[in-house]
């Protein structure tokens, strides 16, 4: 299973994730509060601060893939959606994705109070 750690603390992350289990195969995916799952963040060697900071996800290799890269591993098995991963993952467009969910990730981050950790 793909193992999927996000803040469930955050509003926006909490509704963008209900959203994808509601649609997701039961068996694909593994999803992970951050908050209740810091064994996993020792595992993988993700400081909370990079937890809280962007999403991360964990494929069946172990792989470990973070902001866009984590969506688009989420987007790939959803139907619906699949055709956007390999949109974003386009030369151009790909460069671009990580720059703004780069300033978008940090906006939230900044935004929310328990994101103040060392």
């Known amino acids: 299973m793909i193992k999927i750690l996000f803040d469930n603390q955050c509003n926006i992350c909490k ?4 959203y994808y289990q509601s649609i997701s195969p039961s068996e694909v995916f593994l999803w992970c509060d951050l908050h209740k799952n810091k064994t996993l963040l020792r595992k993988y ?4 601060k990079d937890a ?3 999403l991360h996800a964990i494929d069946e290799k172990e792989s470990l ?3 866009v ?3 688009c591993l989420i987007w790939k098995h959803l139907r619906g959606w699949n055709l956007i991963s390999h949109i974003i993952k386009m030369p151009i467009i790909y460069p671009i994705s ?3 969910y780069k300033h978008f990730a940090l906006w939230r ?7 103040r950790v060392n």
């Open 15 to 18: 509704k963008e994730i209900q």
């Open 52 to 54: 809280l900071l962007s």
């Open 69 to 71: 890269d984590a969506f």
């Open 98 to 100: 990580k720059v703004l």
């Open 109 to 115: 981050f900044n935004k929310l109070h328990y994101c």
């Open 65 to 67: 893939y973070k902001g």
């Open 45 to 48: 060697k993700i400081t909370l």
